[in-house]
């Protein structure tokens, strides 16, 4: 008892020894605090402006003024931490051409580091900086006093300082901005703002043609009719709820709005409370106004009151907010710490400028677009790309922001430049990203943080590209033919691999509860099909089904409208769903068919009653991805899990909602069985890859597929290892493990059949030739021998087979008659099985379909002949499936995983030119036993004949499937 009293007691002094050292000051005592003093001025603590609570220190200065802090302890503290450094807000009242310096020094009085804060701003501005990393102060130094040194060519000035603080954690997200700079090198995650604000269009060359003219006023009218309608299905019940849906956002928008009071001082200078970025030091803060808090809740309700009910009301207060928002450092060059979030939800402010700009005054209306180009990072679309593609956030949140600044702007030669220069950009955004970049994947996967992310970032990215697309078609600024081929294929691609409105489970990052997702992107595939010079039947048709399947999910979403990440709630976004819906277009017969998609790592088998998906992790894709309170328990989503959806029975095996799922056993993968406690997120523990590069998948024309990976767990326990493969032959699947190994003696080692709700009956049974065990979707599993354990909670049936501690080089075998025929399933387990299993060990896992002439293949070793097999030898490992369609003739599918690329063991090592890292094709050599004429119809081949050898050379890059024909020479 006394040990634990002492660790109490040593955690609570060590607790009061961080809110020390973390010490915040925001002068709202009556006196100036005594660690501040001024040499050529005066200090006084002021009610007139302030950030947080209600007061500041008002510092009136004369040239050459020195404003002393000489706080000891915060800044020992903050000089002997790596990350140390100051954190302020500064208000300005004159901007003046000159520096103020920020100068540290150690006890000697000697000057350790400075940091140079150009004055040229009015308003609130806000530093972040490191001593070390950004000021260039040695390690092992202490400072003991800080000066702020005033411009030496000004005679006077007034500044006032709130919420200072000299911290041990300045955020990595800090960034430079028009006022200070701080020592970026890599903007693979805080973009370089500073370079987009100074780039600028060559406008020595821009004609503006009448053509040109027109096209601008046919968006602008387009983009109007969008936030507002145009009546032209103003009865369709869709369109009736989505008017409600707005309406009631208005309503909430004007009653949050009346705490925003209309005030002005003497000087025409607005006044409010302080407004604060969505992230910012909160030592010692509590309920504080953001930026966001206005954005997300007020702006765009006032500026769609006023366009819709002429409330002239709304307009003066919406007026008054971007006054008060400049103020407070909403404005050109100001990066209020960081701008990471705010460039994300400000949807607000970006729709509600556009909506209200012909309402601004001049002044005004250049403040905001200087505003709107520096939030909106438009210079980055008069830069020359160094690579395709582009950030989902940047799409989601920016591409309609962007699009609202060019058309707002005033001048015709910069407009068309700005135009023109936007759908090159976009164009660019829309290519294939290279490597780990983003957005859309040359097998149209959707990449964020470096990995495939369907639950959000992606289908945001995707709409947001589709409705700027709607908006450019048919005038000179129109997106190009392939920008809208690969929107047009990444929806088609997002409802193949979706189960219904379903993403898979193992594309979720850190949403695990976020499943049902493409209900969002259904006005994209009316956006994207009304691009094309005639409208598109493929996407029409797929809407269509969707819609048609989805009734009550529509209705749902038709009713919400909301403002925070993206807006796009809007009637305009209705009346584009019905005209799609009103054009005589056949609605499409449910997908059917497989697809491998290597940039996610997954294999997608479905038809109109069951949907599966498989999903691996590896060197290049990492594991899941998790935050302190989201997706804790995701560690084995990609362990080889095998998902599915049963359509007929609705069912499914994936319960993230229930709190008795247990997260240890999810379908189809092989993993240790840990406690909650250590099963749960560590920091920085997630985005994990493997250093194995074999995460394989072939798909034929039908559903015969197959997934194959070799399992390697660098992160937790590095001894952890399996080879994993499923077969898809037609209503059966095969699953293989070998070479299960670890050193974990503590805990055993799995591989999980299902996880079945306890109210559905599983019944096991036990035959001579194995076991045949049902879940509740009425799949039926095989297994010869073994014996798998079935165990129960009150709220789930478990089913696995248990390979005990610290395993060994163990294996599985079982297979899934997906139709539950009984009858199939006894004789895949009897004497005369029509399935051969010719290789399950480190080597290879090769499966012979006997009655169809079919062989699956994954090959884990270059090094290993086949002698007896039609693919003798490989010289890079890969998988293949030969399908025979005549003795002599024979079709190969084949696909080799290696991306040839840069990696590191997680997400957050990778460097910026580890990110763009291009993928590098290989020629990749298949031996064949025998003599054989080889054709393509789309694979360019090389083939040689080698002692009775068919040598078949192709040149393999990103995963990609291939495809060849055999037939046999004649002798």
Same mark, same amino acid.
């Given at each position: 008892?006394?040990?634990?009293?002492?660790?109490?007691?040593?955690?609570?002094?060590?607790?009061?020894?961080?809110?020390?050292? !973390?010490q915040v000051y925001s002068f709202e005592n009556k006196k100036v605090p005594k660690e501040w003093s001024i040499d050529g001025g005066k200090l006084e603590v002021s009610r007139l402006k302030y950030k947080e609570g209600k007061q500041s220190l008002k510092v009136v200065w004369d040239k050459n003024a020195i404003v002393r802090f000489t706080g000891k302890e915060s800044l020992d503290a903050a000089s002997r931490s790596v990350n140390g450094g100051i954190t302020a807000w500064i208000y300005n009242k004159v901007p003046v051409t000159e520096y103020m310096y920020f100068s540290f020094a150690d006890e000697s009085g000697a000057e350790v580091c400075r940091l140079p804060f150009r004055m040229d701003f009015k308003g609130w501005r806000c530093v972040w900086a490191k001593?070390?990393?950004?000021?260039?102060?040695?390690?092992?130094?202490?400072?003991?006093?800080? $000066?702020?040194?005033?411009?030496?060519?000004?005679?006077?000035?007034?500044?006032?300082?709130?919420?200072?603080?000299?911290?041990?954690?300045?955020?990595?997200?800090?960034?430079?901005?028009?006022?200070?700079?701080?020592?970026?090198?890599?903007?693979?995650?805080?973009? %370089?703002?500073?370079?987009?604000?100074?780039?600028?269009?060559?406008?020595?060359?821009?004609?503006?043609?009448?053509?040109?003219?027109?096209?601008?006023?046919?968006?602008?009218?387009?983009?109007?009719?969008?936030?507002?309608?145009?009546?032209? !299905?103003?009865?369709?019940?869709?369109?009736?709820?989505?008017?409600?849906?707005?309406?009631?956002?208005?309503?909430?928008?004007?009653?949050?709005?009346?705490?925003?009071?209309?005030?002005?001082?003497?000087?025409?200078?607005?006044? =409010?409370?302080?407004?604060?970025?969505?992230?910012?030091?909160?030592?010692?803060?509590?309920?504080?106004?953001?930026?966001?808090?206005?954005?997300?809740?007020?702006?765009?309700?006032?500026?769609?009151?006023?366009?819709?009910?002429?409330?002239?009301?709304?307009?003066?207060?919406?007026?008054?907010?971007?006054?008060?928002?400049?103020?407070?450092?909403?404005?050109?060059?100001?990066?209020?710490?960081?701008?990471?979030?705010?460039?994300?939800?400000?949807?607000?402010?970006?729709?509600?400028?556009?909506?209200?700009?012909?309402?601004?005054?001049?002044?005004?209306?250049?403040?905001?677009?200087?505003?709107?180009?520096?939030?909106?990072?438009?210079?980055?679309?008069?830069?020359?790309?160094?690579?395709?593609?582009?950030?989902?956030?940047?799409?989601?949140?920016?591409?309609?922001?962007?699009?609202?600044?060019?058309?707002?702007?005033?001048?015709?030669?910069?407009?068309? $430049?700005?135009?023109?220069?936007?759908?090159?950009?976009?164009?660019?955004?829309?290519?294939?990203?290279?490597?780990?970049?983003?957005?859309?994947?040359?097998?149209?996967?959707?990449?964020?943080?470096?990995?495939?992310?369907?639950?959000?970032?992606?289908?945001?990215?995707?709409?947001?590209?589709?409705?700027?697309?709607?908006?450019?078609?048919?005038?000179?600024?129109?997106?190009?033919?392939?920008?809208?081929?690969?929107?047009?294929? !990444?929806?088609?691609?997002?409802?193949?691999?979706?189960?219904?409105?379903?993403?898979?489970?193992?594309?979720?990052?850190?949403?695990?509860?976020?499943?049902?997702?493409?209900?969002?992107?259904?006005?994209?595939?009316?956006?994207?099909?009304?691009?094309?010079?005639?409208?598109?039947?493929?996407?029409?048709?797929?809407?269509?089904?969707?819609?048609?399947?989805?009734?009550?999910?529509?209705?749902?979403?038709? $009713?919400?409208?909301?403002?925070?990440?993206?807006?796009?709630?809007?009637?305009?976004?209705?009346?584009?769903?019905?005209?799609?819906?009103?054009?005589?277009?056949?609605?499409?017969?449910?997908?059917? =068919?497989?697809?491998?998609?290597?940039?996610?790592?997954?294999?997608?088998?479905?038809?109109?009653?069951?949907?599966?998906?498989?999903? =691996?992790?590896?060197?290049?894709?990492?594991?899941?991805?998790?935050?302190?309170?989201?997706?804790?328990?995701?560690?084995?989503?990609?362990?080889?899990?095998?998902?599915?959806?049963?359509?007929?029975?609705?069912?499914?095996?994936?319960?993230?909602?229930?709190?008795?799922?247990?997260?240890?056993?999810?379908?189809?993968?092989?993993?240790?069985?840990?406690?909650?406690?250590?099963? =749960?997120?560590?920091?920085?523990?997630?985005?994990?890859?493997?250093?194995?590069?074999?995460?394989?998948?072939?798909?034929?024309?039908?559903?015969?597929?197959?997934?194959?990976?070799?399992?390697?767990?660098?992160?937790?326990?590095?001894?952890?290892?399996?080879?994993?493969?499923?077969?898809?032959?037609?209503?059966?699947?095969?699953?293989?493990?070998?070479?299960?190994?670890?050193? %974990?003696?503590?805990?055993?080692?799995?591989?999980?059949?299902?996880?079945?709700?306890?109210?559905?009956?599983?019944?096991?049974?036990?035959?001579?030739?194995?076991?045949?065990?049902?879940?509740?979707?009425?799949?039926?599993?095989?297994?010869?021998?073994?014996?798998?354990?079935?165990?129960?909670?009150?709220?789930?049936?478990?089913?696995?087979?248990?390979?005990?501690?610290?395993?060994?080089?163990?294996?599985?075998?079982?297979?899934?008659?997906?139709?539950?025929?009984?009858?199939?399933?006894?004789?895949?387990?009897?004497?005369?099985?029509?399935?051969?299993?010719?290789?399950? %060990?480190?080597?290879?896992?090769?499966?012979?379909?006997?009655?169809?002439?079919?062989?699956?293949?994954?090959?884990?070793?270059?090094?290993?002949?086949?002698?007896?097999?039609?693919?003798?030898?490989?010289?890079?490992?890969?998988?293949?499936?030969?399908?025979?369609?005549?003795?002599?003739?024979?079709?190969?599918?084949?696909?080799?995983?290696?991306?040839?690329?840069?990696?590191?063991?997680?997400?957050?090592?990778?460097?910026?030119?580890?990110?763009?890292?291009?993928?590098? $094709?290989?020629?990749?050599?298949?031996?064949?036993?025998?003599?054989?004429?080889?054709?393509?119809?789309?694979?360019?081949?090389?083939?040689?004949?080698?002692?009775?050898?068919?040598?078949?050379?192709?040149?393999?890059?990103?995963?990609?499937?291939?495809?060849?024909?055999?037939?046999?020479?004649?002798?």
């Amino acid at each position: 008892m006394k040990i634990k009293n002492w660790v109490l007691i040593v955690c609570l002094l060590c607790f009061i020894t961080e809110v020390m050292k !973390a010490q915040v000051y925001s002068f709202e005592n009556k006196k100036v605090p005594k660690e501040w003093s001024i040499d050529g001025g005066k200090l006084e603590v002021s009610r007139l402006k302030y950030k947080e609570g209600k007061q500041s220190l008002k510092v009136v200065w004369d040239k050459n003024a020195i404003v002393r802090f000489t706080g000891k302890e915060s800044l020992d503290a903050a000089s002997r931490s790596v990350n140390g450094g100051i954190t302020a807000w500064i208000y300005n009242k004159v901007p003046v051409t000159e520096y103020m310096y920020f100068s540290f020094a150690d006890e000697s009085g000697a000057e350790v580091c400075r940091l140079p804060f150009r004055m040229d701003f009015k308003g609130w501005r806000c530093v972040w900086a490191k001593f070390r990393e950004d000021m260039l102060m040695k390690p092992g130094t202490i400072i003991t006093s800080c $000066a702020m040194i005033m411009p030496e060519n000004v005679e006077t000035g007034t500044i006032y300082l709130d919420y200072v603080e000299f911290t041990p954690t300045v955020s990595w997200q800090k960034m430079s901005d028009a006022q200070y700079k701080v020592n970026q090198k890599d903007y693979s995650l805080i973009h %370089d703002f500073i370079g987009y604000r100074n780039t600028f269009p060559d406008l020595s060359d821009v004609i503006v043609r009448d053509e040109n003219r027109k096209g601008v006023e046919t968006i602008k009218n387009r983009l109007m009719k969008w936030y507002l309608g145009d009546q032209s !299905a103003d009865n369709h019940p869709m369109v009736e709820i989505r008017k409600r849906g707005e309406r009631d956002f208005i309503k909430k928008g004007l009653k949050a709005a009346e705490k925003v009071q209309i005030r002005y001082d003497a000087d025409g200078v607005a006044m =409010g409370e302080g407004l604060f970025p969505l992230y910012f030091s909160k030592a010692g803060v509590t309920n504080v106004a953001t930026f966001p808090d206005i954005n997300k809740y007020i702006l765009l309700p006032l500026a769609l009151d006023y366009r819709k009910n002429k409330s002239e009301n709304s307009l003066k207060k919406a007026l008054y907010i971007y006054d008060w928002f400049h103020d407070q450092g909403w404005a050109d060059g100001s990066g209020m710490g960081t701008l990471c979030f705010e460039k994300l939800r400000s949807a607000g402010y970006f729709h509600s400028l556009f909506l209200l700009k012909d309402n601004l005054s001049e002044a005004q209306l250049n403040r905001e677009l200087k505003a709107l180009k520096w939030f909106t990072m438009f210079g980055a679309c008069y830069q020359k790309p160094e690579h395709a593609g582009e950030v989902a956030d940047n799409l989601r949140a920016l591409a309609l922001p962007k699009l609202i600044y060019a058309l707002s702007l005033t001048d015709l030669t910069e407009q068309q $430049a700005a135009m023109t220069a936007f759908s090159s950009y976009m164009n660019n955004a829309l290519d294939f990203g290279p490597g780990f970049f983003g957005t859309i994947k040359a097998d149209y996967s959707g990449y964020h943080h470096r990995g495939p992310y369907n639950s959000a970032y992606y289908p945001h990215a995707l709409y947001a590209a589709s409705l700027v697309a709607y908006l450019l078609h048919d005038t000179p600024y129109a997106l190009s033919e392939s920008s809208l081929t690969h929107l047009k294929q !990444a929806l088609l691609t997002f409802r193949f691999f979706s189960a219904n409105l379903n993403i898979p489970s193992g594309t979720v990052g850190r949403f695990p509860r976020g499943q049902q997702v493409l209900q969002e992107l259904l006005p994209a595939f009316a956006y994207v099909a009304q691009s094309f010079p005639e409208t598109d039947t493929e996407l029409t048709a797929a809407f269509k089904r969707l819609v048609r399947k989805n009734p009550d999910v529509v209705k749902s979403f038709m $009713a919400e409208v909301n403002s925070d990440l993206t807006y796009t709630n809007s009637v305009g976004e209705a009346e584009a769903m019905i005209k799609l819906l009103q054009m005589d277009i056949e609605e499409e017969s449910a997908p059917e =068919g497989s697809l491998f998609m290597p940039y996610s790592g997954l294999l997608v088998v479905k038809n109109k009653d069951y949907h599966i998906n498989v999903k =691996g992790f590896s060197k290049y894709i990492w594991d899941y991805e998790s935050s302190v309170s989201e997706n804790l328990y995701g560690r084995y989503l990609s362990y080889g899990q095998i998902e599915y959806f049963h359509f007929g029975k609705n069912t499914h095996s994936f319960y993230p909602a229930n709190q008795a799922f247990d997260w240890n056993y999810l379908s189809g993968t092989t993993s240790i069985v840990l406690p909650v406690t250590e099963l =749960g997120a560590k920091k920085n523990k997630h985005r994990n890859f493997s250093d194995e590069t074999f995460l394989c998948g072939v798909s034929t024309t039908g559903q015969r597929s197959m997934f194959s990976m070799r399992l390697h767990d660098l992160k937790y326990d590095d001894s952890f290892r399996a080879n994993k493969s499923v077969f898809v032959i037609d209503d059966i699947i095969l699953c293989l493990g070998s070479d299960i190994r670890n050193g %974990d003696k503590q805990h055993k080692t799995v591989t999980t059949l299902f996880q079945s709700p306890v109210k559905q009956k599983v019944k096991m049974e036990k035959r001579k030739t194995g076991v045949l065990l049902n879940d509740h979707s009425g799949m039926l599993y095989a297994m010869k021998d073994c014996d798998p354990v079935v165990q129960k909670n009150d709220s789930f049936t478990i089913a696995y087979i248990d390979h005990d501690v610290a395993p060994d080089r163990a294996g599985y075998q079982y297979y899934v008659v997906t139709n539950g025929d009984k009858q199939l399933a006894a004789h895949l387990l009897s004497e005369n099985t029509p399935i051969q299993i010719l290789r399950q %060990d480190d080597k290879a896992h090769i499966v012979r379909v006997k009655d169809r002439d079919i062989t699956y293949g994954a090959v884990f070793n270059k090094d290993q002949t086949f002698d007896s097999l039609l693919v003798k030898r490989v010289n890079i490992p890969l998988s293949y499936i030969i399908e025979s369609e005549d003795k002599d003739k024979m079709k190969v599918f084949f696909s080799e995983p290696d991306m040839r690329r840069v990696s590191r063991t997680s997400m957050d090592g990778l460097s910026e030119e580890d990110v763009i890292e291009e993928e590098r $094709a290989i020629e990749t050599e298949l031996v064949l036993n025998g003599m054989y004429d080889v054709y393509s119809p789309v694979t360019p081949l090389k083939v040689q004949y080698e002692d009775g050898n068919t040598l078949v050379r192709v040149l393999t890059i990103r995963g990609n499937n291939y495809m060849f024909n055999l037939r046999k020479k004649s002798l």
